[in-house]
């Protein structure tokens, strides 16, 4: 379970245009298990309607110091109370200076003043506001009390500039979030290195082709983020895939095989634990064709010879200094008998087998069932989301590790 599960949020929204993201921030935290209540300044009003907060969060949402029906309900100092974390996203320009300046001229700003619970803001304004001196003494002067700075990211503003200022995305924001709660519970992997290899490999046929697999890279993805919210150190060695780089993992890109085994075999003995999660081709074409290859009139069929790629996993269980490792089974059928076959043959830690022929779960799903085998032992993961799955997995192997330390 999540350390952000029953965790109080206050979502405070000031002024801002990255304020129409809120809505979708609310419900992501929901979905984690948070509780919302959404205070709003009359500058975020301007952007997005309190109905559609109070709809998302099921929470009345709190905008006036001086309401009386307000204050009735859930006043300005029980809400500072009730709140395990204060995030005030979108930060504007404005309400950063005001919190800054220890200002109580409206609830946003008295909450902050009467609440003990941790300040986070994500700021979103325009580059050279966000560059502006005093801006960025006003973010200094907080960050020595203590206060929390998620962003801003930096690219293309709604006003057409173009630098730092945008507001953080929401997956960023929701997984900083549940990191947040995480750190202040158990970081059970605080000092370990995983390395993680993810996605599929490709293996150039010419200049334009390739061959490859249905790996996403979601289950290697879910692993690391699982992985550096328990404090773990991550990177993922990473196949081309179409996912935003977890919080706090380093990623190296790599396109072949033979790429992946040159980073992998260079990061592993440095690794406390090496998982294997990416799908590689076992074998590539032997000779890449120099140029485009062109289909000919007098040739109805084409053959490619192909050769042995180098085996990831069970060279890094070759290595002297070798880390806990943990490979992957992806079998269509006699699952437990082929896991356990490359177990021993790769001589591995763990594997964890799943059943790609299963729809709904495997390749390119947002879910995912395993087994996960040792020598001695086996433990069952049933069908859930990958995310979940990862935190389940990523339990098994601290275990397994710290058992054979
Ligand atoms: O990426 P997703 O869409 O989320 O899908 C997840 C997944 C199905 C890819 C994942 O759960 C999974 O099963 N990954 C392993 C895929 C695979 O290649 O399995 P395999 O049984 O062919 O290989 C066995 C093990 O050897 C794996 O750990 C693999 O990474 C490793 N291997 C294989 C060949 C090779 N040349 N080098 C290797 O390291």
């Known amino acids: ?68 029906a307000a204050e009735l309900a859930m006043g300005h100092i029980e809400l500072a109370k009730w709140a395990d974390m204060i995030l005030v996203a979108p930060a504007s320009a404005d309400a950063i200076a005001r919190i800054s300046n220890g200002l109580a001229n409206d609830l946003l700003t008295t909450i902050c003043l009467a609440s003990e619970a941790p300040l986070v803001l994500a700021p979103a304004m325009n580059q050279q506001m966000w560059r502006a001196l005093a801006t960025q003494e006003n973010i200094e002067r907080l960050q020595k009390r203590g206060v929390t700075i998620w962003g801003p990211g930096a690219g293309e503003q709604a006003c057409g500039d173009v630098g730092p200022g945008r507001m953080l995305e929401v997956v960023e924001l929701v997984e900083l979030s549940v990191g947040f709660f995480q750190q202040s519970g158990i970081r059970a992997l605080a000092g370990q290195k995983w390395v993680i290899t993810a996605g599929p490999t490709r293996e150039a046929i010419d200049p334009v082709r390739y061959i490859s697999n249905h790996s996403s890279g979601k289950m290697g993805y879910a692993i690391a983020q699982a992985a550096a919210r328990a404090g773990a150190d991550v990177t993922i060695i990473s196949g081309p895939v179409n996912l935003t780089t977890p919080t706090n993992c380093e990623r190296i890109d790599v396109s072949s095989a033979r790429d992946m085994h040159k980073h992998a075999l260079s990061l592993a003995s440095q690794a406390d634990i090496f998982i294997a999660c990416a799908a590689v081709a076992d074998y590539r074409v032997a000779e890449v064709a120099e140029h485009k290859i062109k289909k000919t009139d007098d040739n109805d069929e084409m053959r490619i010879e192909l050769v042995k790629n180098p085996d990831i996993v069970a060279d890094v269980s070759k290595l002297n200094d070798k880390p806990f490792t943990v490979g992957f089974a992806a079998e269509t059928q006699d699952v437990e008998k082929y ?44 069908l859930t989301s990958k995310s979940e799955l990862a935190s389940q997995l990523v339990n098994i192997i601290g275990q397994q590790f710290t058992k054979r330390q």
Do not use: H, W
């Open 339 to 382: 896991a356990l076959g490359k177990l021993t043959r790769k001589n591995l830690d763990l594997i964890a087998a799943n059943n790609v022929a299963t729809e709904g779960q495997g390749f390119n799903s947002d879910n995912n069932a395993l087994t996960v085998y040792s020598k001695d032992d086996k433990y069952p993961l049933p």
């Open 1 to 68: 379970m999540s350390e952000i599960q029953g965790k109080n949020i206050v979502l405070a929204i000031t002024g801002g245009i990255a304020a129409y993201k809120t809505p979708e921030l609310v419900r992501r935290l929901k979905d984690q298990g948070a509780n919302i209540r959404v205070v709003m300044t009359e500058g975020a009003k301007a952007f997005i309607t309190p109905l559609t907060l109070q709809a998302v969060s099921a929470n009345p949402v709190s905008d006036s110091l001086l309401d009386p």
